[in-house]
T-cell receptor
Framework: KAGVTQTPRYLIKTRGQQVTLSCSPI?????VSWYQQTPGQGLQFLFE???????NKGNFPGRFSGRQFSNSRSEMNVSTLELGDSALYLC?????????????FGPGTRLTVL | TQLLEQSPQFLSIQEGENLTVYCNSS?????LQWYRQEPGEGPVLLVT?????EVKKLKRLTFQFGDARKDSSLHITAAQPGDTGLYLC?????????????FGKGTKLSVIP
C-alpha cells in the first residue's frame, strides 16, 4: 500500500505571498490531519478533516485554512505568509477520526519564507 | 505551557548502552503513542498504549504507560546506531471531546558507533 504523499517537498516563498500544500492519504484512510513542526515549538496541530468536514482545529490564525476532497485528498493554504511560517508541514492520515488508531505521516513539505 | 514534557531533550550515548526517555504530564490521557522521526522524514508510529500500567515490547524497545495514565517511558536496551532519531510522545486527552493528538517536543537520540 502506498504511503502518505505530500507535494511539493520543498517550497520557498516571500513574505506576503500565499501557498497551497497538498496531501494524498493512504488508500482507505478518511481522516487527514495537518501539523506544523518547528525546532522551537515542536509538532503543533493545525486541523483535521474527516469525510470532507473539518473536525478539529488547533490554535492557529485564520490565515491557515484547509479542505478535503471527496477522494480524501487534502490541501492546506497559508495566506499572507510571515517569516514565522517557515516550518516543516506534516500531513498524517488515519483510518478513523479517533486518534488512537495511530497516524501515518507523510515526509512533509519544507516551507521557507524569505 | 507544554502539555507533554519529554526528557531529556538530547541524549548522546555509545552503541550497546541502555537508555530511558520520559514523557510526563499533569493531565490524564486516554491513550499515548510513541513515534520516531528521522531527518527528512515524517514521524513513524512505534506503539500505542491505552491501559494504565500497560507494558509493550517491540524488540529492544520497552514502552510503559503510567498507572495514572499521566506519564510514559521508553526504554531501549543495547542501543544501536539505527535507533538514532527524534522520539516523540503524543497523547489524546481524556474527556477532551475530540481526538486531537498532542505532541511533546521530543527527545533527540544519537547513538555513536
Amino acid at each position: 500500500k502506498a504511503g502518505v504523499t505530500q507535494t511539493p517537498r520543498y517550497l520557498i516563498k516571500t513574505r506576503g505571498q500565499q501557498v497551497t500544500l497538498s496531501c494524498s492519504p493512504i488508500s482507505g484512510h478518511r481522516s487527514v490531519s495537518w501539523y506544523q513542526q518547528t525546532p522551537g515549538q515542536g509538532l503543533q496541530f493545525l486541523f483535521e478533516y474527516f469525510s470532507e468536514t473539518q473536525r478539529n482545529k488547533g490554535n492557529f490564525p485564520g490565515r491557515f485554512s484547509g479542505r478535503q476532497f471527496s477522494n480524501s485528498r487534502s490541501e492546506m493554504n497559508v495566506s499572507t505568509l510571515e517569516l514565522g511560517d517557515s516550518a516543516l508541514y506534516l500531513c498524517a492520515s488515519s483510518i478513523r477520526t479517533s486518534g488512537d488508531s495511530g497516524q501515518f505521516f507523510g515526509p512533509g513539505t519544507r516551507l521557507t519564507v524569505l | 505551557t507544554q502539555l507533554l514534557e519529554q526528557s531529556p531533550q538530547f541524549l548522546s550515548i555509545q552503541e550497546g548502552e541502555n537508555l530511558t526517555v520520559y514523557c510526563n504530564s499533569s493531565s490524564v490521557f486516554s491513550s499515548l503513542q510513541w513515534y520516531r522521526q528521522e531527518p527528512g522524514e515524517g514521524p513513524v508510529l512505534l506503539v500505542t498504549v491505552v491501559t494504565g500500567g500497560e507494558v509493550k515490547k517491540l524488540k529492544r524497545l520497552t514502552f510503559q504507560f503510567g498507572d495514572a495514565r499521566k506519564d510514559s517511558s521508553l526504554h531501549i536496551t543495547a542501543a544501536q546506531p539505527g535507533d538514532t532519531g527524534l522520539y516523540l510522545c503524543a497523547g489524546i486527552l481524556t474527556g477532551a471531546g475530540s481526538y486531537q493528538l498532542t505532541f511533546g517536543k521530543g527527545t533527540k537520540l544519537s547513538v555513536i558507533p
